[in-house]
């Protein structure tokens, strides 16, 4: 595999408001083992995220190359949706939106459950060659 540098590296997590503080830990641990010359473009998938929890979230790339952006999700594209678990909220579900509610320039993504916390780069991850699959896990 060849490593490539200067890598623009495309993350989504889903949150709801309940979790945006765990979710800020997970991308904290993202950027504290990001190589050097990589940047980060995280695709927070929201449902309802306060503005206070999203100036936190925020906070964490100030003063970096890496952004930010906050996409809020239409749950009325899933009509049928019925949560029938106490620990899952609609912003588990959103990921199955992901494919719809992304830009069109992100070509390639990683998408982290927001309560995950790295101990290496994402890079590598990256580099993995999907092939013609549209999904790797």
């Not at 990001?34 to 980060?40: F, V």
């Amino acid at each position: 595999m060849k490593k490539s540098f200067n890598k623009k590296i495309s993350v989504c997590l889903s949150s709801d408001d309940n979790y945006a503080l765990w979710m800020g830990c997970s991308i904290y641990s993202i950027l504290k083992n990001t190589e050097l010359n990589d940047t980060l473009n995280f695709y927070i998938l929201e449902d309802g995220i306060s503005p206070a929890h999203k100036k936190d979230l925020e906070s964490l790339v100030k003063n970096t190359v890496h952004k930010i952006h906050f996409i809020s999700v239409p749950f009325e594209k899933l009509p049928a949706l019925q949560i029938n678990h106490a620990h899952l909220s609609r912003a588990a579900f959103a990921r199955l939106l992901m494919g719809s509610l992304l830009p069109q320039e992100v070509e390639k993504v990683i998408y982290l459950d927001c309560d995950v916390m790295l101990c290496t780069s994402l890079s590598s991850l990256y580099e993995v060659d999907l092939e013609e699959h549209v999904l790797g896990g």
